[in-house]
T-cell receptor, first 113, second 115 residues
Framework: DAKTTQPPSMDCAEGRAANLPCNHS???????VYWYRQIHSQGPQYIIH?????ETNEMASLIITEDRKSSTLILPHATLRDTAVYYC??????????????WGLGTSLAVNP | DGGITQSPKYLFRKEGQNVTLSCEQN?????MYWYRQDPGQGLRLIYY???????QKGDIAEGYSVSREKKESFPLTVTSAQKNPTAFYLC??????????????FGPGTRLTVL
């Protein structure tokens, strides 16, 4: 199963865009990229997912490179409430895929006033 | 509001005692999961259930037990056989069973401390 590499921590100024990178160089053609975040002492929250095309929703945008070996989660206007740990996860397509997710340590994003 | 509830938020138990953590969802989801989170480690899967009256061991099931008698409920019992029970426990659910690409919804977690 493909694993991901994320920087352990990042800082961002409030109101600016936060760009969180993720490397998944061993991803296979039918594996999705999922992003979750976890605010301190709470359960993780789903943000967005994608396969090949860039995706956008009310929370964030996901940019996946053409070779699919890396992706970037973009929070367009970060607020203090976006301070959290962000997890990038590659999801295998075979049966039981939720239970095969590999949760790494993610990126701890600090949004500063 | 639909969602997942876990209770209690904080739980303290003496060593050697069994303790049951509650997880309830009103999302009508088929699949439910229990994870454990320790400092410096990612989430690790304890047990999962794809459907009522069925559940399977995850990666670290030793010392834990579960039941799935109702679709909305998936309680986790931490037994005295679990060597290091102090941790943050997270319950999750997802729609369409375990074979779909649907995302997981997580509860707020229960922080268990064994004294």
């Amino acid at each position: 199963d493909a694993k991901t590499t994320q920087p352990p921590s990042m800082d961002c100024a409030e109101g600016r865009a936060a760009n969180l990178p993720c490397n998944h160089s061993t991803i296979s053609g039918n594996e999705y990229v999922y992003w979750y975040r976890q605010i301190h002492s709470q359960g993780p929250q789903y943000i967005i997912h994608g396969l090949k095309n860039n995706e956008t929703n009310e929370m964030a945008s996901l940019i996946i490179t053409e070779d699919r070996k890396s992706s970037t989660l973009i929070l367009p206007h970060a607020t203090l409430r976006d301070t959290a740990v962000y997890y990038c996860i590659v999801r295998p397509p075979n049966a039981g895929n939720n239970r095969k997710l590999i949760w790494g340590l993610g990126t701890s994003l600090a949004v500063n006033p | 509001d639909g969602g997942i509830t876990q209770s209690p938020k904080y739980l303290f138990r003496k060593e050697g005692q069994n303790v049951t953590l509650s997880c309830e969802q009103n999302l009508n989801h088929d699949a439910m999961y229990w994870y454990r989170q320790d400092p410096g480690q990612g989430l690790r899967l304890i047990y999962y259930s794809q459907i009522v009256n069925d559940f399977q061991k995850g990666d670290i099931a030793e010392g834990y037990s579960v039941s799935r008698e109702k679709k909305e409920s998936f309680p986790l019992t931490v037994t005295s056989a679990q060597k290091n029970p102090t941790a943050f426990y997270l319950c999750a659910s997802s729609a369409g069973g375990d074979y779909s690409y649907n995302e997981q919804f997580f509860g707020p977690g229960t922080r268990l401390t064994v004294l």
